[in-house]
């Protein structure tokens, strides 16, 4: 893999693990939110978004198989999702928003969670794993990371 700091790892892990069910968990929200509008600019925005959002996490899922072949600790993530504790706050976070209605939705996912929470976490994330020589992640991160910038417009 050519990663130079086997530290890097154990933080891959922990974001992985971390990011990838909120993506699911985004996925989910903005489906749901976008049946609930009546103006089609509004609904094709969510269903877009929500499609975006399930194609971070086919990426990043795809990203875990491959690392998954050499290291340990990043197999049954739908089992480890209710049991990490450091998915407790986002995981919450999520459940609230999913459960209020579709604009407190858009107003918590789209600006706080999408635009001011992920541009703080990929940045450095991706930033640190180029100075690892992990250019996989790096790939599918700054791309993500574009991504989440353009979603705080729906917001």
Known sequence: LGVTDARYINALKIFLTGVTPLEYY???GFAHAGRQFTGAGTRVACQMQSIDELRHYQTET????????????????KHMFDRVWYLSVPKSFFEDAYTGGPFEFLTAVSFSFEYVLTNLLFVPFMSGAAHNGDMSTVTFGFSAQSDESRHMTLG
Request: charged share 10%.
């Open 62 to 77: 795809h990203a875990l198989s491959h690392y998954n072949k050499y290291f340990n600790g990043l197999h049954s993530a």
């Open 26 to 28: 985004a996925y989910r």
